[in-house]
């Protein structure tokens, strides 16, 4: 149980396209879901948190305008990069929080997605 | 705010020595700990948790022990195998920061056979 799926795996995009990430949360509902971007041989950082049917919340630092978040439905997150440059270039994964789950707070992996601007 | 600090890697072992990743925390709450691993290429998979004091963790031949008095939670096993080879996150979440998880930098272990 507590899957986490993303698509695509991999993508490739020209300087100034958009590219949109898929998130779902295969076999449980995720009132939460979360957004890191990882650079190589460094942790994860939190980029945002996305709560269905509202708002995403963005962390410090984080263009909202150019990473565009949408929580449509309990087991469903998307990450739009937009207007994409090389230096977006990175591994990107979500994870989500299952509703049992929220007196421990633990989160669930999606395995990445490695986005390449070229 | 709330941190988690960890052992530098890379750690190197033979197969079948004792593994300890060192993690000790700062919160100001009561934070859940816990211990994800990575393999190369991939997301991170949650390896075993805790949510109180005393509490230990277990799993895969992994474990580790919520010590509140010296804000650690260590990972252990005691006979490491080349499939144990990755990346090992410690990480918190406190419901005081909305249940965001605060990772470690990561310990990369390599196990050689």
């Known amino acids: 149980g507590a899957v986490v799926s993303q698509h695509p795996s991999r993508v490739i995009c020209k300087s100034g396209t958009s590219v949109k990430i898929e998130c779902r949360s295969l076999?449980?509902?995720?009132?939460?879901m979360f957004w890191y971007r990882q650079f190589p041989k460094q942790s994860l950082m939190l980029m945002a948190t996305?709560?269905?049917?509202?708002?995403?919340?963005?962390e410090q630092g984080v263009e909202k305008d150019k990473f565009l978040i949408n929580h449509a439905s309990l087991t469903l997150s998307t990450l739009t990069v937009t207007s994409a440059h090389p230096e977006d270039s990175s591994f990107y994964i979500c994870?989500?929080?299952?509703?049992?789950?929220?007196?421990?707070?633990?989160?669930?992996f999606g395995p990445g997605t490695r986005l390449t601007v070229t | 705010g709330d941190s988690v600090t960890q052992m530098e890697g890379p750690v190197t072992l033979s197969e079948e020595a004792f593994l300890t990743i060192n993690c000790t925390y700062t919160?100001?709450?009561?934070?859940?700990l816990f211990w994800y691993v990575q393999y190369p290429g991939e997301g991170l998979q949650l390896l075993l948790k805790?949510?109180?004091?005393?509490d230990k963790g277990s799993n895969k031949g992994f474990e580790a022990t919520y010590r509140k008095e010296t804000t650690s939670f260590h990972l252990e096993k005691g006979s490491v195998q080349v499939s144990d080879s990755a990346v090992y996150f410690c990480?918190?979440?406190?419901?005081?920061?909305?249940?965001?998880?605060?990772f470690g930098q990561g310990t990369e272990l390599s196990v050689k056979p």
């Open positions: 994870s989500a929080r299952p509703e049992a789950g929220a007196t421990s707070y633990e989160q669930y």
């Open positions: 076999d449980f509902q995720a009132t939460t």
């Open positions: 996305s709560n269905e049917g509202s708002k995403a919340t963005y």
């Open positions: 919160a100001t709450g009561y934070p859940s």
């Open positions: 805790a949510t109180k004091a005393d």
């Open positions: 990480a918190l979440s406190d419901r005081n920061q909305g249940g965001k998880l605060i």
